[in-house]
């Protein structure tokens, strides 16, 4: 079983920083991929970003392109999402999740789940 523990949320204003993480248990983490997602109030969640079990590919919903970045830290088994010049609009809960199979593609199938962090960007 794996554990996902998401930190960093919190309140920033539109334009600054802001740093998640993500903690992983177990140790098959450099095998899988890994992805953050979001979900808003009253709305769908949806992919944000995904990295490779390597590092070597990553993916991106492109309202977040050029802003957030994603990485990760096999040998401290974190994945980060680095948002930079954030909008009212991420305002959301940010869920980490793992992909067994390695890939997280935006179409990938996520097999475990954190609780989730709130994001909340002021205009």
């Known amino acids: 079983q794996v554990q996902l523990v998401e930190s960093g949320g919190g309140l920033v204003q539109a334009g600054g920083s802001l740093r998640l993480s993500c903690a992983a248990s177990g140790r098959s983490f450099s095998s899988y991929g890994m992805a953050w997602f979001r979900q808003a109030l009253g709305k769908e969640r949806e992919f944000v970003a995904g990295?490779?079990?390597?590092?070597?590919?990553?993916y991106y919903v492109d309202s977040v392109k050029g802003r957030f970045t994603i990485s990760r830290d096999n040998a401290k088994n974190t994945v980060s999402l680095q948002m930079n010049s954030p909008e009212p609009e991420d305002t959301a809960v940010y869920y980490c999740a793992a992909d067994v199979r390695g890939r997280a593609r935006p179409q990938s199938v996520y097999d475990y789940w954190g609780r989730g962090t709130q994001v909340t960007v002021s205009s």
């Open positions: 990295i490779s079990w390597s590092g070597g590919f990553t």
